[in-house]
């Protein structure tokens, strides 16, 4: 079946600009998770959602970072006013939840590059 | 101090070698742990949870040691195709959001 899907795959913008990031779960799957990983450094918790609501949005790095997820399906990432810190790779993951620990399913991330 | 902390490596080592990875976590409440596999540039995959009686699967055994609060990982026979970073991972009790907990990872290269 159809896995986590993200785009657009890379992202050049120049610093100040807006960006939007698109994550598509896998089917059925009500949680998603937003982490990002830079260059050499481990993957950092954005922000999960349950359904459409935001119970831990503890990892976003700034006001600037903002999510939103409808139908309990597709989920956007926005960094509005990009700096160059921002440049990484933007994972998206889904998972079941089960009440226990989820088995999370990664896109293929989104890689951002600010100049 | 990081959550969660692994030696980076690289660690370089023959086709056919034994090779160990270890894990430590700070949080002493921590619940589950696991370890996932990162090929380069691509998204990271489950490899294997651990379990605190200690678990194999294939070439690949997983321990768990509370008391001192580290996570191995050993890989017999080792493949080229094992080359990879492998990231350990853990899931805090306090997580009621399925948050995980991403270590830097280990990369592994595997040489002919």
């Known amino acids: 079946g159809a896995g986590v899907s993200q785009s657009p795959s890379n992202k050049v913008t120049e610093k100040g600009k807006d960006v939007e990031l698109r994550c598509d779960p896998i089917?059925?799957?009500?949680?998603l998770y937003w982490y990002r990983q830079s260059l050499g450094q481990g993957l950092e918790f954005l922000i999960y959602?349950?359904?459409?609501?935001?119970?831990?949005k503890s990892g976003l790095p700034s006001d600037r970072f903002s999510a939103e997820r409808t139908g309990g399906s597709v989920s956007t990432l926005t960094i509005q006013r990009t700096q160059q810190e921002d440049s990484a790779v933007y994972l998206c993951?889904?998972?079941?939840?089960?009440?226990?620990?989820?088995?999370?399913?990664f896109g293929p991330g989104t890689r951002l590059t600010v100049l | 101090r990081k959550e969660v902390e692994q030696d980076p490596g690289p660690f370089n080592v023959p086709e056919g070698a034994t090779v160990a990875f270890n894990c430590t976590y700070s949080?002493?409440?921590?619940?589950?742990f696991f370890w996932y596999r990162q090929d380069c540039r691509k998204e990271p995959k489950l490899l294997m949870s651990?379990?605190?009686s200690g678990n194999e699967d294939g070439r690949f055994t997983a321990q768990l040691n509370r008391a001192s609060q580290y996570i191995s990982l050993l890989i017999r026979d080792s493949k080229l195709s094992d080359s990879a970073t492998y990231l350990c991972?853990?899931?805090?009790?306090?997580?009621?959001?399925?948050?995980?907990?991403f270590g830097q990872g280990t990369t592994l290269q595997v040489k002919p």
């Open positions: 993951a889904s998972s079941f939840v089960t009440g226990g620990p989820p088995e999370q399913f």
């Open positions: 089917s059925g799957h009500t949680a």
């Open positions: 959602f349950q359904g459409n609501s935001a119970p831990d």
């Open positions: 949080n002493s409440a921590s619940q589950s």
């Open positions: 651990v379990y605190s």
């Open positions: 991972v853990v899931w805090p009790l306090s997580s009621n959001t399925g948050k995980l907990i």
